[in-house]
């Protein structure tokens, strides 16, 4: 495994590796990783003749620099997991790498963009796809992997690749849980101990809704998830959607569309941490 810190160095190898046939696969990262991007890793990898992984903290999505501040970096430690995982290279650049000049381009696609993370994050979505399109644009690659936790993102990203015309596969991939059933997640390293062990009432809520909502509407349905996890000392829902899967739009009924999915960011602790999850209610 080699680890580039040049967007040319890196193009050169691509370069090489292209006139040998080999397609190209990507899995965009923000380090700090764990057995949840090995799982979209060792995918790619299974998937495509060479695997790049991107190690890049970006700072245009974080609209909250606290946030940008305390998450985890953990290079080293990134590079003996994805050498194990059987990458072919790590791209890690420095922002000026990435951002030489300022990034001023605007990515709007309503209502994906817009809605649930859009209205609560604003500017988190144009800084993704800022980047992501920077690295597509790098790495030419033919598929790309995103993992399930982040749902609103693969939308996200796949409205990008169809606004910009480029030819990349995405792929999406399972979200991996821990035993107790928390989403494995790079700000899980943040709780404290006794905020590790209420976090999994996130998706214990969200799996017990989906058994209610045999017998309930939607509006009950979507009430008493909110309640289960405020009613935890400690837990705060800031939003829960219950949506269509494909235009992200609410739904009132469950027989508005055969593609539901509720979606919930909880914050957690004192601090806070901030929480994603989501769940799948039908999908005909």
């Not at 494995?184 to 996130?202: V, Y």
């Not at 009430?223 to 235009?247: M, P, Q």
Request: with cysteine; aromatic share 8%; proline share 4%.
């Amino acid at each position: 495994m080699k680890l580039f810190r040049s967007i040319v160095e890196l193009q050169n190898e691509l370069f090489e590796v292209r006139k040998e046939g080999k397609n190209v696969g990507i899995v965009p990262t923000m380090g700090a990783l764990h057995e949840g991007h090995a799982s979209l890793v060792k995918r790619s990898v299974k998937e495509n003749d060479v695997t790049v992984v991107s190690v890049f903290l970006n700072p245009t999505q974080f609209n909250d620099k606290k946030d940008l501040e305390r998450y985890p970096r953990t290079l080293d430690a990134d590079c003996a997991l994805l050498e194990s995982c059987g990458a072919t290279y790590v791209f890690a650049p420095s922002v000026e790498e990435m951002y030489p000049t300022p990034d001023k381009r605007q990515f709007d696609f309503p209502p994906v963009t817009t809605v649930m993370e859009g209205a609560h994050r604003p500017g988190h979505f144009n800084g993704v796809c800022q980047v992501v399109s920077r690295l597509f644009y790098i790495v030419r690659p033919d598929r790309a992997s995103f993992g399930e936790k982040d749902w609103q993102q693969i939308a996200v990203v796949k409205a990008l690749v169809r606004f910009l015309g480029l030819g990349v596969q995405i792929v999406e991939c399972d979200t991996v849980r821990e035993a107790d059933g928390l989403a494995k997640s790079s700000r899980n390293t943040l709780l404290s101990a006794d905020e590790r062990a209420i976090a999994p009432k996130i998706y214990e809520a969200l799996k017990a809704s989906k058994e209610f909502a045999k017998n309930h509407t939607l509006k009950e349905t979507h009430d008493k998830v909110v309640a289960d996890i405020n009613a935890v000392d400690g837990l705060e829902v800031e939003y829960y959607s219950i949506v269509d899967g494909n235009t992200l739009l609410d739904v009132e009924n469950w027989d508005d569309s055969d593609y539901i999915a509720g979606c919930i960011t909880v914050y957690c602790g004192k601090t806070p941490i901030r929480l994603i999850d989501h769940i799948t209610y039908k999908n005909k």
